[in-house]
C-alpha cells in the first residue's frame, strides 16, 4: 500500500489514541498454587467447557474490561487470547479447526461494548506455534486442520503450516466482525514474510491497523506502526522507555506489562521462578505515570499490559493504578491527548535533563502557543532551569493547581520558581503549563544556507533546514573526525546558541540492551563563528552533548556574526557517522 493510504489509516484514529489496553486473558488464567511457570504445572483450565464455566461463575462481563478503557482514557482494546501463552484461544465460535474456540462468543460481546463508548477493538495474532503442546497439554489440532483444509501436507505446527492456519482465522474474523480495527502481530521478525501478510490484509480491508512487535530501526511498507516492548531494553532513566529505542517519533506505540505479568496467574509465592521479574519490586502507580509520559513525550502511544481475571475483573494492584491515573487524567490529559512530544519536528523545548539533576519530557499543541513541561525528577533546589529554545515565555502556571509561577529568561535559559516539588512524587508527573510569544528568537530558515565538505546526496546539508523527521544531513566522511557543518547567514545576526535534532539510531546510555545498535548522537563538540567564513577564531563553545533523546541546545555568549560553524569532534557509539535532522541558530 502507499504511503498516503497509510496516512490515512492512522489520521482516522490510531496516531492520537495515545492509551492503548493490552489484555492477556485465556486458558491461563487463573490462580495458581503451584509455580506456573514450571512446565509440570498445569494450565488453569485443560478444556473450553471448564474455561467457559469457570468465567460464567465468576461473572465474566465485557463491561469490566471497557469500563476500566474508559477511566483509563484508552482509544483501543487489544485482546490477546489467540496466544502461544493463553492456550491459542480463539473467545469466537470458530468454523476454523486447529486451536480451541468458545461457544460463547466473548468477541462480540467486548466489539459491542466498547464500540459504544468509541474504543476499537484490535486482535492479537502470534506468528508461531512454540507452545503447541505446552504444559502437558496439545494445544493444536493438526489433523482437524487438515480434514478442513483437504490438504495431508499442511501441518500447522510447523511455521510455514501456521501462517496459512493464522491467516484463515484472521480472514474469518474480518468477515464476521467488520467492526475489528485492526491486528497486533508479534514475532513477525522475516521482513518478507511480514510485508507479504499485511499487503493481502490491506487488500481485503484496507482500514485495518496493523501493529507489528518490532525490533528494527523501521518498519515495512504495510506496516502501519511499529510495538516496541519492554523486552530486552536498557533505559536511562529507568523510567524513560522511549531512551531504550532507537527509533524516532510518531506512529510507534510502547508495549508493557502493568505491575505483575501480562497475564494474571494469582498474586504470586516466593518460590515462584519468576517471582522476582514479576511480583517482588512492583513499582509504584507514581512510576508508571513516568513511563507513560515519556512515551507519549515521543508522540507515540502507550500499550498497557493489563492481566484479567478469570471473571474479566482486574487484582488490586493493578485497580490501583487504575484510579491512580484516571485521578491523573482529570487534570492532566490535555498535556497528554492532542499533543506533540516536543524536541522533535514541531518544535518545543528539549526534553532530558534539565538543570540541578531535573529530569523530564515536553509536549506541545501543534498550531498553539502551549507548550507543557512534564517534570518527572525534581530539581535539587527551588529552581526548575532549561534552555529556552528560542521560546518568548509569558505566562507559566501549574497545570493541576490553576496557580501561576515566577520565572525568568536570561542568556537563552529559562528558570521557574516553585517553593515545592512534592507533587512529583504525589502524582508521577508535575505539569507546567506555558504560554509563549507568537515570535521565536531563531534566526528564519530561509536566511540561512548550510555547507559542508563530504554529503550522502540522498541526505544533503540543505536538509538540517527543514524540519521533517524523515529528511536529514549524513555526512560522506566515514571513520574521521572532526566534521562540520557551515551556516551562512544572509545578514550579520546576534547570536547566542544552537538547537540541534539528531536521529534517534540507538538508546540512550551505555549498552543499550537486546538487539539495540551503537548510539551515534554527537559527543564533543565545538562552535566557531566569523564574519566572513575564512577567520574563525577561538571557539566560542565547547564541550559534550548528552546521549538522549530529543532536542538539545548549546548556548554561548552573545556575539554578532555572518557565520557558525557546528563541528563535531566524535559521536557516542564510536562509529564515523555524523549526522543532524535539524538544526536552528539562535539570535539575541
Not at 496466544?83 to 480463539?90: A, F, I, P
Not at 464476521?176 to 497486533?184: D, I, K, L, M, Q
Not at 521462578?273 to 502507580?285: I, P, Q, R, T
Not at 508535575?430 to 504560554?435: C, F, I, Y
Amino acid at each position: 500500500m502507499n504511503s498516503a493510504a497509510t496516512e490515512e489509516r492512522l489520521r482516522t484514529w490510531y496516531r492520537d489514541a495515545r492509551i492503548g489496553l493490552f489484555l492477556h486473558w485465556g486458558m491461563r488464567t487463573g490462580d495458581y498454587d503451584k509455580d506456573p511457570f514450571d512446565s509440570e504445572t498445569p494450565y488453569a483450565y485443560e478444556t473450553v467447557e471448564d474455561f467457559e464455566q469457570a468465567a460464567a461463575d465468576n461473572g465474566w462481563s465485557a463491561q469490566r474490561w471497557v469500563t476500566t478503557a474508559v477511566r483509563l482514557k484508552a482509544k483501543y482494546i487489544t485482546l490477546a487470547t489467540f496466544h502461544c501463552d493463553m492456550g491459542y484461544l480463539k473467545i469466537w465460535p470458530s468454523d476454523v479447526p486447529g486451536s480451541p474456540c468458545t461457544k460463547r462468543d466473548y468477541l462480540r460481546e467486548v466489539i459491542d461494548a466498547a464500540t459504544a463508548e468509541g474504543i476499537r477493538i484490535v486482535i492479537y495474532i502470534n506468528r508461531d506455534s512454540k507452545h503447541a503442546f505446552h504444559h502437558g497439554i496439545q494445544w493444536l489440532d493438526r489433523e482437524a486442520y487438515r480434514a478442513y483444509k483437504g490438504d495431508e501436507q499442511v501441518d500447522i505446527i510447523a511455521r510455514d503450516g501456521w501462517l496459512t492456519y493464522s491467516m484463515d482465522v484472521m480472514f474469518e474474523l474480518l468477515d464476521r466482525y467488520p467492526e475489528v480495527a485492526g491486528f497486533w502481530f508479534d514475532g513477525y521478525h522475516d521482513k518478507l514474510e511480514a510485508q507479504d501478510v499485511f499487503a493481502r490484509l490491506h487488500a481485503r480491508r484496507e482500514d485495518l491497523i496493523l501493529i507489528n512487535n518490532d525490533f528494527s530501526d523501521a518498519p515495512v511498507a504495510d506496516e502501519d506502526a511499529m510495538a516496541l516492548e519492554d523486552f530486552g531494553k536498557d533505559c536511562t532513566p529507568e523510567f524513560d522507555y522511549a531512551s531504550g529505542t532507537w527509533v524516532g517519533p510518531h506512529d510507534k506505540e510502547f508495549a508493557f506489562k502493568m505491575k505483575w505479568d501480562w497475564f494474571y496467574l494469582g498474586e504470586g509465592k516466593p518460590d515462584w521462578g519468576a517471582y522476582e521479574l514479576n511480583y517482588a519490586n512492583v513499582a509504584s502507580d507514581q512510576e508508571f505515570v513516568k513511563r507513560i509520559v515519556t512515551i507519549a513525550g515521543s508522540s507515540w502511544n502507550a500499550h498497557l499490559g493489563y492481566g484479567p481475571k478469570i471473571g474479566g475483573d482486574f487484582p488490586e494492584v493493578v485497580n490501583s493504578f487504575t484510579a491512580h491515573f484516571e485521578q491523573y487524567l482529570s487534570w492532566a490529559s490535555e498535556s497528554i491527548y492532542g499533543t506533540y512530544g516536543g524536541g522533535y519536528d514541531h518544535g518545543g523545548f528539549p526534553p532530558g535533563y534539565w538543570q540541578d539533576g531535573a529530569y523530564g519530557v515536553t509536549t506541545l499543541v501543534p498550531g498553539e502557543r502551549v507548550h507543557y513541561l512534564h517534570v518527572l525528577t525534581p530539581p535539587g533546589g527551588s529552581q526548575l532551569t532549561l534552555p529556552d529554545a528560542g521560546y518568548a515565555v509569558e505566562r507559566v502556571l501549574d497545570l493541576k493547581t490553576a496557580e501561576p509561577l515566577a520565572f525568568s529568561q536570561q542568556d537563552g535559559w529559562l528558570t521557574i520558581s516553585s517553593p515545592s516539588w512534592d507533587a512529583v512524587d504525589r502524582d508521577g508527573d508535575r505539569v507546567l503549563k506555558l504560554t509563549v510569544s507568537a515570535e521565536v528568537g531563531v534566526v528564519p530558515r530561509n536566511e540561512i544556507t548550510v555547507s559542508t565538505r563530504w554529503e550522502m546526496p540522498y541526505a544533503p546539508a540543505s536538509n538540517v533546514l527543514d524540519s521533517h523527521y524523515d529528511r536529514y544531513f549524513r555526512s560522506a566522511m566515514a571513520g574521521q573526525w572532526p566534521q562540520s557543518l557551515t551556516f551562512s547567514l544572509a545578514d550579520k545576526t546576534e547570536l547566542r546558541g544552537i538547537s540541534l535534532v539528531q536521529p534517534e539510531t540507538g538508546a540512550a546510555g551505555e549498552g543499550g540492551g537486546y538487539a539495540a545498535p551503537v548510539s551515534e548522537r554527537i559527543k564533543a563538540y565545538e562552535i566557531y563563528v566569523s564574519d566572513d567564513g575564512e577567520t574563525w577564531g577561538e571557539a566560542v563553545a565547547s564541550g559534550e552533548l548528552r546521549n538522549q533523546r530529543g532536542k538539545q541546545v548549546i548556548l554561548f555568549p552573545s556575539v554578532s556574526a555572518s557565520y557558525l560553524r557546528l563541528t563535531a569532534k566524535n559521536n557516542f557509539g564510536g562509529t564515523g557517522t555524523f549526522q543532524l535532522i535539524s538544526a536552528e541558530l539562535l539570535k539575541h
